[in-house]
């Protein structure tokens, strides 16, 4: 490691000693560009600094005034990163034929750290948090030096000045600075002259001219005496008179606020001057642009109605149904022009291709080549409704699904699906045959969560059962399973398939029983939680935690096999193969349990374009008894790299995971070559 360290530092000093005489990059060989002086940065950098300004001096009648503009970007570069007394002088030679030297001088000068900041004016302001609203607190401690720049001092400034007007004190103004410098001028502490002026606020009872008494009644105009005068308060105040009138059916209410001269205590009084308009009821709703939906359908979609009287809550709402549905790339809503008291609500939409085909390529390390296609139309007979049919196709499973939803059950925000389903998956230890039905029931309660309730019958079919465990045989069976399941989940990521901010956490409580007709009785508790944070360009850290387990009840003394839970994989403990963490039978044969654990963190970092590498550790368990799955005395471990290839579906992902403590049967290594994010 140390030789490929010492390697490495030769290779970058020799293109850093042939960057320092080779030409600008500007696009011409004709110019050479020598830097004397630099120490502190490259002559490479500071060369990239000064590309543009050197771009076009060949065609230059006046090659000087660019060279010229170069020495002042250097002068700039070097004074924002804490050198006030840089100074560059420059040479232009002009050689035989268009070949042209420029060489810059460069006095550096010294570095000056910015050691500390003083208010000196404040009476009732507090000079610690102005101080802290423009990040100047704490210069004094230990850690990475904040140089002096003296266009971030005077942007500092006017930031405190606005804070100081955002509390009332609207004349506040910074009069001077004094600056007090080392001997060596490589530190520097600034004084700041400060002027605070009177904290204006606004005077008790401003007036309302012109508009309905019982409107105005409900503003609470009183509230606002004694609040701080702000350079936005008076706006603010005007848009909530606005509002008010919005809400209660004035449409074309105009409000005019006078703000009037201050008295000797620095109160200002305000009058608004309104013009409330008529009041207008909806006489009719009238939909354009709706090719393929029904015109009754958009009807639905809005949560205002004809009679109704205007209130731009229920149009903005109407608004975001309408946006929410899925149906139109473009929504737009409007009272037909004219000053009537009752007006025709014009709806104006453009709908979006409503029948999607899709085919999906994907490949995993235990299922193999695989491909997800299928037909989808959402916007079934022009009413919302959806009606799906797709498959997957893979070296050890299979799936179809058939399904239709309706998203505005008897025109509430209830959606409800329907969903006929065969899969058919090869695991490690059997064949599994399944062959059910889902009715489901969800509601978005507020955007990104959402709340379900699920009916699903299945019958289940197990054959090729290789587990030679006689417990784990005589539970193996074939059952059919009726379960009433809860599911909720809050999805703040910001992508589904390559996030890089946000969490998402899913619960779902599962509850099958004889009293719905089911041969197993069982509950079932799954529990996901995703955290991610950027924290750099390009850098992602992740978080997961999964939890599942299923305990029986009532007449059902164990579990059977295909309804166990099972770990390791590409998705969970990646130093494993598929299903092969936890129990086995005496030939090694994985037999599940009833409850798992996987917790897994990744540092994900973005290599270049689309490429992406990864550093991870995932840790799980898999306990046989429900009442053991917390337990931690157990943990099974990977520690693994990982590299990406970012696709609109999600990544191509190779991940190869060390097991740090491997036992009889197992791998210490284990590639995993598939299709998604582990989690």
């Not at 991870?616 to 429900?626: I, N, V, Y």
Request: aromatic share 8%; glycine share 8%; proline share 5%.
């Amino acid at each position: 490691m140390q030789l490929r360290r010492v390697g490495w530092t030769i290779v970058l000093a020799l293109f850093a000693a042939c960057a320092a005489v080779t030409s600008t990059g500007t696009g011409t060989s004709e110019l050479e560009v020598r830097m004397e002086g630099a120490r502190t940065f490259t002559p490479r950098d500071l060369r990239e600094e000064i590309e543009l300004d050197l771009a076009d001096l060949p065609t230059r009648s006046q090659p000087r005034s660019a060279v010229d503009d170069a020495a002042y970007t250097l002068v700039e570069h070097y004074r924002s990163q804490g050198f006030p007394a840089c100074s560059v002088q420059y040479e232009l030679q002009e050689l035989a034929g268009p070949r042209r030297i420029v060489v810059f001088r460069i006095t550096e000068g010294s570095r000056a750290r910015l050691a500390g900041v003083r208010i000196e004016g404040c009476t009732r302001l507090k000079a610690s948090e102005l101080l802290s609203a423009a990040a100047l607190t704490g210069l004094e401690r230990a850690g990475p030096p904040r140089w002096y720049v003296e266009r971030e001092l005077s942007d500092a400034t006017r930031a405190m000045e606005g804070e100081a007007a955002s509390r009332g004190y609207l004349d506040a103004r910074f009069t001077a600075v004094e600056l007090d410098w080392n001997e060596a001028r490589t530190e520097v502490r600034a004084l700041l002259k400060f002027e605070e002026g009177p904290r204006y606020t606004i005077a008790a009872g401003p007036r309302l001219v012109g508009g309905i008494p019982d409107v105005d009644a409900r503003l609470d105009i009183a509230s606002w005496a004694g609040r701080a005068l702000t350079p936005r308060a008076p706006l603010d105040l005007r848009a909530r008179v606005e509002e008010q009138y919005l809400q209660n059916g004035y449409p074309d209410v105009e409000v005019e606020l006078t703000e009037l001269p201050p008295d000797a205590e620095a109160r200002v009084a305000l009058e608004f001057n309104i013009q409330p308009g008529p009041r207008v009821t909806i006489a009719s709703i009238q939909a354009r642009g709706n090719e393929k939906t029904r015109t009754r359908h958009v009807l639905e979609l809005l949560t205002i109605r004809r009679g109704d009287r205007y209130d731009v809550r229920e149009i903005r709402a109407s608004f975001q149904r309408l946006n929410r549905s899925g149906l139109f790339r473009r929504v737009e809503l409007s009272l037909e022009p004219g000053a009537a008291s009752e007006r025709a609500l014009i709806v104006e939409v453009e709908e979006v291709t409503s029948t999607e085909v899709f085919f999906e390529p994907g490949y995993g390390s235990y299922e193999g080549l695989r491909a997800l296609a299928g037909v989808r139309e959402t916007n079934l007979l022009g009413a919302g409704r959806t009606l799906s049919l797709d498959g997957l196709i893979a070296e050890r499973a299979s799936r179809a699904v058939f399904g239709v939803s309706e998203p505005h059950v008897f025109g509430t925000d209830y959606e409800a699906g329907l969903s006929v389903f065969r899969e058919l998956r090869d695991e490690p230890s059997y064949d599994k045959d399944e062959l059910g039905v889902a009715l489901a029931l969800s509601r978005e309660l507020r955007p990104r969560l959402r709340l379900s309730t699920e009916y699903r019958f299945r019958a289940s079919r197990v054959s090729e059962v290789d587990v030679s465990d006689p417990s784990a045989i005589a539970q193996t069976e074939n059952v059919d399973i009726s379960s009433l399941a809860l599911i909720g989940s809050w999805d703040q990521r910001d992508s589904v398939f390559v996030p890089t901010e946000g969490n998402l956490l899913r619960a779902s409580l599962e509850y099958g029983d004889a009293a719905l007709g089911s041969e197993l009785d069982f509950t079932r508790l799954r529990v996901t939680e995703t955290w991610l944070t950027s924290l750099r360009e390009g850098t992602v850290l992740a978080l997961s935690w999964r939890m599942g387990v299923i305990a029986p009840h009532g007449d059902t003394s164990g579990i059977p096999l295909q309804e166990r839970f099972f770990n390791g994989g590409e998705n969970t403990v990646r130093s494993f193969r598929e299903d092969e963490l936890g129990p086995r039978d005496p030939q090694g044969v994985p037999i599940g349990g009833e409850g798992f654990q996987v917790l897994s963190a990744e540092l994900r970092q973005r290599i270049k374009g689309s490429l992406e590498g990864a550093g991870f550790w995932d840790g799980g368990t898999l306990a046989t008894q429900a009442q053991d799955v917390l337990a931690v005395d157990d943990v099974r471990q990977a520690l693994g790299l990982g590299v990406r290839y970012l696709l609109p579906i999600g990544p191509l992902r190779l991940d190869c995971g060390w097991n740090p403590a491997p036992r009889a049967g197992e791998d210490r290594w284990r590639a995993h070559f598939s299709v998604g994010m582990a989690f």
